[in-house]
């Protein structure tokens, strides 16, 4: 659908990935380097101010070793700058290849990028210091480019206020033994109570309790709380996943777009992605990537390409961005199978959720089981697809370390249902502080802010206690609504519904992209991509290599049939042709069906785990 974001990727993939010998890098050579003293833009590497270095560093232009590089780190800098200096080339050859005919721009254009390896030939630094480099720019090209190629932009904010959730609790299901069960079963009255739902019913209570915020697009927003505390609950909501509770009070506007046009409308557009990575096992990692495009294949793809090549080009960009190339052909396995990585798993699931091309991404608790490095470079390459694509991306991690944090652009702290903060990273540690609460020794941002929410790990500076501090959720609440954060959040929220109102071009921009994005014979209704037929079709390739890859239950499947079938052979061998063997004919029919009826008893496990894959198609989440 949209060229220009296909060169994005590809950018930022050369420059997560790429081989360091074959570019020169510039490098320092200090005696003790850290991690935190990573640049963290562009402008810090080419004006040579790095943080630990000082005044004293000095570029040194020269070839990284290949045991100097650290392949599978993913560095912000180094992609933003990898991706100015390719998307500059590409640029060029963009023009000149609009003098093509579509015809020829389908073989020619592809094998003009085989000839030219950009890798190799980089652009000099006399360039980079001459032309001003703007992202915006170089992914969405000129205004008039814009124009004569039909490109939209798809960008939405989310803006919530006064939002409650409710939800059943305090029901406790006991497992009944044999004779309890036997019994219950002739207890007419109790069996009438559940059938008329006169049974054991929950308590409602509040899940979640006036929060309030806003997130524009491009910004990253980490929501902190204990387990239990709704952060859950508050991915799923602005995620627009709504089912499951008993009320949901308070708005929620997707652009100038309620919940209720936007479900309709736009489903796809916000996704959610829970703490476990619920994939087909025995499908493999370009399989997996194969199905996601197949149903969301945009219908305008760049220069009249096919959709066989567009699948295989996004597919390795992804994998070449992730450093997962070798994992192609591997099985993504589960906790029963053996196959990738948890943290090769974990990029899978990015990787699906980059081509929904949702514009709404909620993230729940999405580092769980990854090292201290893999989840760092996870929340980096989230910077990245934010940086890049301009999403909305809700992110709830638990124990994360000061460089994951640093990534985000505001931060949300939840107790027990109530919203407690909402402002920016930078000054959340010092509002907390302010509150009376003292730090530990080494002990980072997130884990001081979730622990002021703890009645059992928070600690009260000298001189303050329960008395005079806030000490639960209710004075947390308080304190925030009467501090300026609380001022500053109310003004914010007033400026972006003005500019909502204001910029009704980028809402028609978002939604002509949306039409651009259905394939041929789609209904522009539907909420999906691929038209119907295309689907079944997509689910038809994809069950066939479910169960051709599961050798294990094929060959089993296939051995017992054969075994059965050699038993009754030799045991109704040679049956009369005559009357008398007409009772026994049936016999063997009986047996032969009954068999097969208790076959399909095997496919039940995978029936009730295709089932989720179902929900997860129709209440989109990182599969697509």
């Not at 309709?264 to 087909?280: F, L, P, S, T």
């Not at 402002?423 to 609460?437: D, S």
């Not at 500053?488 to 003005?498: V, W």
């Not at 109704?572 to 007409?582: E, I, K, M, Q, R």
Request: charged share 25%.
């Amino acid at each position: 659908m949209q060229a220009v974001d296909e060169l994005a990727r590809g950018a930022h993939i050369h420059g997560v990935s790429r081989d360091p010998v074959a570019v020169g890098e510039t490098v320092a050579e200090p005696a003790n380097l850290d991690a935190s003293s990573t640049p963290d833009t562009v402008e810090d590497v080419e004006n040579g101010d790095v943080k630990g270095l000082g005044s004293s560093y000095v570029p040194i232009k020269r070839e990284l070793q290949p045991s100097e590089y650290q392949h599978n780190r993913v560095s912000v800098a180094r992609a933003e700058h990898d991706f100015a200096e390719l998307s500059r080339q590409l640029s060029s050859q963009s023009q000149s290849s609009r003098k093509l005919s579509r015809i020829a721009s389908g073989g020619s254009k592809i094998s003009s990028r085989k000839e030219v390896d950009v890798e190799k030939e980089p652009a000099s630094s006399t360039d980079s210091e001459e032309e001003p480099w703007n992202l915006e720019q170089t992914l969405r090209g000129t205004k008039e480019e814009d124009i004569a190629s039909g490109i939209k932009s798809k960008r939405i904010g989310v803006i919530w206020d006064n939002l409650t959730v409710r939800g059943l609790g305090g029901v406790k299901n006991i497992v009944k033994t044999f004779p309890d069960a036997f019994v219950s079963f002739f207890n007419v009255i109790e069996t009438g109570m559940h059938l008329f739902g006169y049974g054991k019913k929950g308590r409602e209570f509040e899940i979640l309790r006036n929060s309030r915020g806003v997130a524009k697009p491009g910004e990253m927003v980490l929501v902190l709380g204990r387990p239990g505390s709704g952060c859950t609950t508050f991915l799923k909501v602005i995620a627009n996943q709504r089912f499951g509770y008993t009320g949901i009070d308070g708005e929620v506007l997707y652009g100038h777009y309620d919940f209720n046009t936007f479900a309709k409308r736009y489903r796809g557009e916000a996704v959610y992605n829970g703490e476990d990575d619920i994939h087909n096992p025995t499908l493999t990692v370009g399989q997996t990537l194969g199905f996601a495009l197949d149903v969301k294949t945009p219908g305008k793809r760049p220069s009249g390409m096919s959709k066989k090549v567009f699948k295989q080009k996004v597919i390795d960009l992804l994998l070449k961005m992730f450093n997962i190339e070798h994992t192609i052909n591997t099985v993504v396995g589960n906790p029963f199978m053996r196959g990738v990585s948890g943290g090769e798993r974990k990029r899978v699931s990015i990787a699906e959720m980059m081509v929904t091309s949702a514009s709404i991404c909620a993230w729940d608790n999405t580092t769980r089981g990854l090292d201290a490095s893999t989840a760092l470079d996870y929340a980096k390459s989230l910077r990245i697809m934010t940086n890049i694509y301009k999403t909305t991306t809700f992110v709830s991690l638990y124990q994360a370390s000061e460089n994951i944090y640093s990534q985000f652009d505001k931060v949300m702290v939840i107790d027990e249902g109530r919203q407690v903060f909402f402002g920016p990273t930078k000054e959340a540690r010092a509002y907390f502080e302010g509150l009376g609460f003292v730090e530990k020794p080494r002990q980072t941002t997130p884990d001081y802010l979730t622990g002021c929410t703890d009645v059992f790990e928070r600690e009260y500076a000298p001189g303050r206690s329960e008395a005079n501090s806030p000490h639960d959720a209710d004075s947390l609440a308080k304190a925030f609504e009467e501090s300026r954060f609380a001022s500053d959040l109310t003004h914010e929220m007033t400026s972006y519904r003005q500019e909502i109102q204001s910029e009704k071009q980028a809402f028609e921009d978002f939604e002509t992209a949306n039409r651009q994005s259905k394939q041929k014979h789609a209904p522009k209704s539907s909420v999906y991509a691929a038209p119907f037929y295309l689907q079944v079709w997509a689910l038809i390739q994809r069950q066939f290599l479910i169960k051709w890859q599961d050798k294990f239950s094929l060959v089993v499947s296939w051995i017992t049939a054969i075994v059965i079938a050699i038993i009754l052979g030799t045991v109704w061998l040679d049956l009369p042709v005559t009357s008398a063997g007409a009772f026994t004919r049936g016999g063997v029919l009986f047996i032969a069906l009954l068999f097969n009826a208790f076959g399909a008893f095997g496919e039940l496990a995978s029936v009730v785990s295709n089932a989720v894959y179902v929900v997860l198609a129709e209440y989109p989440t990182h599969s697509a």
